[in-house]
C-alpha cells in the first residue's frame, strides 16, 4: 500500500505559480495512475489532472487545460502539479490519490489511497 504526502502549496497572487509534489511511500509507486483533486469551501471534490503509471497520458479537467501540468518522477516516487496564471477560483485544498484503474481516473470514487492535502489559495 502506498502513503502519500503533498507539499508545495500556499498563497500566491493572480496570474502567478506554484508547483505542487506528492511524495510516496512503498515500491509500488509506479504501478499506479496518480491523480490531483481539488476542494474549495463548501464544494464537492472535483477532478484536476491524472498521470499515467509512466506518464505517457495525461488528462485534465477543462479549468484547467493549458495552464496546470502534471508529470511524475518514478525514480523519486514523486508526482508533480505545476500551476500557472493562476485565478482566484483555483483556491482550494489540493489532494493527490492513487488509482489502479487508468479507465476511471476522472471519478475519485475509483481512488484508493488519499494525501491529507496542501492549502493553495490565489489572491485577486
Known amino acids: 500500500q502506498v502513503q502519500l504526502v503533498e507539499s508545495g502549496g500556499g498563497l500566491v497572487q493572480t496570474g502567478g505559480s506554484l508547483k505542487l509534489s506528492c511524495a510516496a511511500s512503498?515500491?509500488?509507486?509506479?504501478?499506479?495512475?496518480m491523480g490531483w483533486f481539488r476542494q474549495a469551501p463548501g464544494k464537492v471534490r472535483d477532478f484536476v489532472a491524472a498521470i499515467s503509471w509512466r506518464g505517457g497520458n495525461t488528462y485534465y479537467a477543462n479549468s484547467v487545460k493549458g495552464r496546470f501540468t502534471i508529470s511524475r518522477d518514478n525514480a523519486k516516487n514523486t508526482v508533480y502539479l505545476q500551476m500557472n496564471s493562476l485565478k482566484p477560483e483555483d483556491t482550494a485544498v489540493y489532494y493527490c490519490?492513487?488509482?489502479?484503474?487508468?479507465?476511471?481516473?476522472?471519478?475519485?470514487?475509483?481512488?484508493?489511497?488519499w494525501g491529507q492535502g496542501t492549502q493553495v489559495t490565489v489572491s485577486s
Open positions: 490519490a492513487a488509482t489502479r484503474d487508468l479507465r476511471t481516473v476522472l471519478d475519485a470514487t475509483a481512488y484508493h489511497t
Open positions: 512503498g515500491r509500488t509507486f509506479s504501478s499506479y495512475p
